[in-house]
């Protein structure tokens, strides 16, 4: 806890009581992949909140007062910096330099991040898109970063929270690897989404091609007919065996897809929310690269 109110101070006392452990560092972080690479990173050796509950939308998330209280008291602070917590920029600008919580910006840790598709009308130059942990490649370096974050914050521990970060680091390459061998022994390499698109970043690591009924994952209401008809035919000539969706969807779109085509309707998990019940059940961005991987085998081959 970096500043401590007397009252704040005095609740927390209570609350934690019956065991908050003393000195663990506290993380706030905006969404999953956020959330999941810091709490791997950190071990037990902090308190990680994630702010997007599992469950909710991302696109259209807004913080709390309290979400907002709870950024300027962390030790740390997770976010994409993309579109959907651009709100976190212009939060952390509010801050007085030295109440400002450390924060870091995962979008500053990744490569070459993938200018978004769709119409834009914007004076400041090009957006990207942010679901740049759809690629492993990006994961390995974001959860590194958190490591040598955590490390900078907490140097007693660093070589704790790099070896953690190293392990989990370790299990997205084994991914990574799984991938490469599904996609160069796939009979084919073209995945239709009937949903929003947040995978540009994995079809672009692994040469995919794709079609979607939306050019990125801004939350949209519906594609046109045509466009549906586009799916249909590209799935029925091609006779492709799946189409996708992502978490939390209506799965309104595939539904006529596969109804068209006998295509059957899999599931990709984006990672950037999650439902209650996958959260609940443990999932980690590990584990539900591993859902994704038998969902591509399903519908690669
Ligand atoms: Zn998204």
Known sequence: MKKTLLAAFALL?????????????SVVCTDFPCYDFARQAAGDRAEVAMLLKPGVEA?????????????????LFVYIGGESDAWADSILEGFDGADAPTALRMMDCVASPIEEEGEHHHDEGPEYDEHIWTDPHNAAQMARAVGEKLAEIDPANGEVYRA???AYAAQIDAIDAEISDIVSNARRKTLVFADRFPFIYLVR?????YLAAFPSCTADTEPSAQ?????IKKVASERIPAVYTIELSTQAI???VAEETGAQIL????M??????????????????????????AGLN
């Open 13 to 25: 006392f209570t609350l934690c009581a019956a065991g908050c452990a003393e000195g663990r560092l």
């Open 59 to 75: 696109h259209s998330f807004e913080p709390t007062p309290a979400d907002i209280i709870s950024i300027g008291e962390a030790d």
């Open 254 to 256: 595939a539904r006529t």
């Open 272 to 297: 950037q929310t999650l439902s209650q019940a996958d959260f609940d059940a443990g999932a980690s961005w590990v584990s539900l690269m591993r859902d994704n991987i038998e969902a591509l085998k």
């Open 205 to 209: 690591a692994y040469g995919l091609d």
């Open 227 to 231: 466009v549906v008809a586009t799916l």
């Open 164 to 166: 953690n970060a190293e």
């Open 267 to 270: 599931t990709l998990h984006s």
